[in-house]
Antibody, heavy 120, light 106 residues
């Protein structure tokens, strides 16, 4: 069974940094592209980043470009999201997701999320 | 960015009803559209990919259709466990989600 477990969330002040992790199991992690998606409180979903299976390509939403960095360690089956210069509007539940078979952008398994609150 | 508009925002229906949720794109998305179900307190679940393909393990009462800018998700016979928020998601260009349709039991 595919499992994705996020961790590393918390309460931080504006301007600070935080690094989220997503540990994957139940599939060959090193063969799949991975995504980060977020959901602000009581709001809809926002795709924020994608990394290829081999880290050869990374893509970001404009809202986080230059501040967030997606990375992965295939030896540890772990995906990361490093978040810098955090703003109040970055407050959200952050989900990692595995790409599906049809397309790089289809997401066929999601974690339960890690909560990030940016507040002074 | 491509804007995705879902309607209605909230839908109340009874068990056994046929339910149709709509999603309209601001431009042609060439059927590059998925539907996700999110239950309260959980991560989203993929239901339908590339407009009409049922994800493995999803009940056959769910179906999707559409083309161009207009897409629909249909539940043929609503079950209590279908209470959730449903999001459409396009990946034709700069992936974006719709704002969701909250499905409630009447």
């Amino acid at each position: 069974e595919v499992q994705l477990v996020e961790s590393g969330g918390g309460l931080v002040k504006p301007g600070s940094s935080l690094k989220l992790s997503c540990v994957a199991s139940g599939f060959t992690f090193s063969s799949y592209g991975m995504h980060w998606i977020r959901q602000a409180p009581k709001k809809g979903l926002e795709w924020i980043a994608l990394i290829y299976y081999d880290s050869s390509n990374k893509y970001y939403a404009d809202s986080v470009k230059g501040r967030f960095t997606i990375s992965r360690d295939n030896s540890k089956n772990t995906l990361y999201l490093e978040m810098n210069s955090l703003r109040s509007e970055d407050t959200a539940m952050y989900y990692c997701a595995k790409r599906g078979g049809y397309s790089l952008y289809v997401m066929d398994a999601w974690g339960q999320g890690a909560s990030v609150t940016v507040s002074s | 960015d491509i804007q995705m508009t879902q309607s209605p925002p909230v839908l109340s229906a009874s068990v056994g009803d046929r339910v149709t949720l709509s999603c309209k794109a601001s431009q042609n998305i060439n059927k590059n559209l998925d539907w996700y179900q999110q239950k309260h307190g959980e991560g989203p679940k993929l239901l339908i990919f590339y407009t009409s393909n049922l994800q493995t393990g999803i009940p056959s009462r769910f179906s999707g259709s559409g083309s161009g800018t207009d897409y629909t998700l249909t539940i043929s016979s609503l079950q209590p466990e279908d209470v959730a928020t449903y999001y459409c998601y396009q990946y034709n260009s700069g992936p974006t989600f719709g704002s969701g349709t909250k499905l409630e039991l009447k």
